[in-house]
T-cell receptor
Framework: DADVTQTPRNRITKTGKRIMLECSQT?????MYWYRQDPGLGLQLIYY???????NKGEISDGYSVSRQAQAKFSLSLESAIPNQTALYFC???????????FGSGTRLTVV | AQSVAQPEDQVNVAEGNPLTVKCTYS??????LFWYVQYPNRGLQFLLK??????LVKGSYGFEAEFNKSQTSFHLKKPSALVSDSALYFC????FGVGNTGKLIFGQGTTLQVKP
């Protein structure tokens, strides 16, 4: 099994719908992150969490919310999806600052 | 503002030739530096990192990177490119200091195309 698992892998949804992207990890890391990737823009941080009670906004949190249900689970929600949220979404975990991220395989979201 | 720049959207190189993918950064303090690779329809995979010590670090798949503090650069290199190296490469920086959250700041990405 993968260290960081994202579900679903692909999703097409309609404008205005609520959608949840899920992330689970077996690394035992406290730090978890959600990024979105757009062509030519690299990765932009949406939300991050250092533990279940510590949730923080990233650079582009508007229109998104998160839930840290347990150390191993960190979900990203789009409350009312819009087309410009069409992107590739990545979840990542990190043990500490010396080590980099471990990424999930990504969720490709299309909002029509 | 803290940032990472990859000045080339795409790098083209012939198989067997050396390759360089450039990265410069603008952050305070002594950051940690990383390179990641992304193959189509895959997540990002760790290649190598610079924490401290020797300015030339070696990583996976024969890649290496040279840290230059005075030029604030961390260029990715490989002596002999393979067609299978064709992918999207990201440079990332972990800033150090009060208020930094342990997040990585990513460059825009550079597509490496290796032709037979």
């Amino acid at each position: 099994d993968a260290d960081v698992t994202q579900t679903p892998r692909n999703r097409i949804t309609k404008t205005g719908k609520r959608i949840m992207l899920e992330c689970s990890q077996t690394k035992g890391h406290d730090r978890m992150y959600w990024y979105r990737q757009d062509p030519g823009l690299g990765l932009q941080l949406i939300y991050y969490s250092f533990d279940v009670k510590d949730i923080n906004k990233g650079e582009i949190s508007d229109g998104y919310s998160v839930s840290r249900q347990a150390q191993a689970k960190f979900s990203l929600s789009l409350e009312s999806a819009i087309p410009n949220q069409t992107a590739l979404y990545f979840c990542a975990t990190r043990m500490d600052r010396v080590n980099g991220y471990t990424f999930g395989s990504g969720t490709r979201l299309t909002v029509v | 503002a803290q940032s990472v720049a990859q000045p080339e959207d795409q790098v083209n190189v012939a198989e067997g030739n050396p390759l360089t993918v450039k990265c410069t950064y603008s952050v305070s303090g002594n950051p940690y530096l990383f390179w990641y690779v992304q193959y189509p329809n895959r997540g990002l995979q760790f290649l190598l990192k610079y924490i401290t010590g020797d300015n030339l670090v070696k990583g996976s798949y024969g890649f290496e990177a040279e840290f230059n503090k005075s030029q604030t650069s961390f260029h990715l290199k490989k002596p002999s490119a393979l067609v299978s190296d064709s992918a999207l490469y990201f440079c990332a920086v972990s800033p150090f200091g009060v208020g930094n959250t342990g997040k990585l700041i990513f460059g825009q990405g550079t597509t490496l195309q290796v032709k037979p």
